[in-house]
């Protein structure tokens, strides 16, 4: 099965400052989706990427997949307080015919502190 | 925006009894899922569905569970005697078409807890 890992599991910056968070699978990746989650609450879509190189943005938020490697890095410039929630990265599977989900790491909790 | 709205938020149920959780996709949306996270841990999947029937299930989604879409536009998860391990946020999500480059949309989750 895929597994992703993300990293780090936990960051704390301070606002204004940049960051970046990781997420390495276990296989090759068929898309990478980036959300947002705050505590208790729905998932937030933020980017997904297919093509190895390629590179998305979304105001402060920049997403890029290395299909070599595997992986996949968000970087937020200029970090604010409404960047705090927990990051996940997810994993488009296919499993036969037109079946496809996702998988997803186990997030990387992001507080801002003003 | 459009977006999949889950009811109801919140419920606490006693253990045994049924539930069923209710979701209202995207309206143009063919493929609808149904994840859970338990507190603290990974987002995990449970079931995908297309064409009125299961596409795919996991290991999690045992005979007590079902899925349902009773008319157009709703999607139902039901847990028919539910377990203190069932306690979790559900999320239902739903996606345009089979192609891989599109975008899986989540809703706001329903908080189910078991005591």
């Known amino acids: 099965s895929q597994e992703l890992e993300q990293s780090p599991q936990s960051l704390i910056v301070q606002e204004g400052k940049n960051l970046t968070i990781n997420c390495t699978s276990s296989?090759?990746?068929?898309?990478l989706y980036w959300y947002k989650q705050k505590y208790g609450e729905g998932l937030i879509f933020l980017m997904m990427l297919q093509k190895g190189g390629e590179e998305k943005s979304h105001e402060k938020i920049t997403a890029k997949l290395d299909e070599k490697k595997q992986q996949s890095s968000l970087h937020i410039t200029a970090s604010q307080p409404s960047h705090a929630g927990i990051y996940l990265c997810?994993?488009?599977?296919?499993?036969?015919?037109?079946?496809?989900?996702?998988?997803f790491g186990k997030g990387t909790l992001l507080t801002v502190n003003p | 925006e459009p977006e999949v709205t889950q009811t109801p938020s919140h419920q606490v149920t006693q253990m045994g009894q049924e539930v069923i959780l209710r979701c209202v996709p995207i309206s143009n949306h063919l493929y609808f899922y149904w994840y859970r996270q338990i507190l603290g841990q990974k987002v995990e999947f449970l079931v995908s569905?297309?064409?009125?029937?299961?596409?795919?299930k996991s290991e999690i989604f045992d005979d007590q569970f079902s899925v349902e879409r009773p008319d157009g536009s709703n999607f139902t998860l039901k847990i028919r005697s539910t377990k203190l391990e069932d306690s979790a946020m559900y999320f239902c999500?739903?996606?345009?078409?089979?192609?891989?480059?599109?975008?899986?949309?989540f809703g706001e989750g329903s908080w189910l807890t078991v005591v």
């Open positions: 296989k090759t990746l068929y898309g």
């Open positions: 997810g994993a488009g599977i296919r499993s036969g015919g037109s079946n496809y989900k996702l998988t």
């Open positions: 999500a739903s996606r345009f078409t089979g192609t891989p480059g599109n975008t899986i949309y």
């Open positions: 569905f297309y064409n009125n029937e299961i596409s795919e």
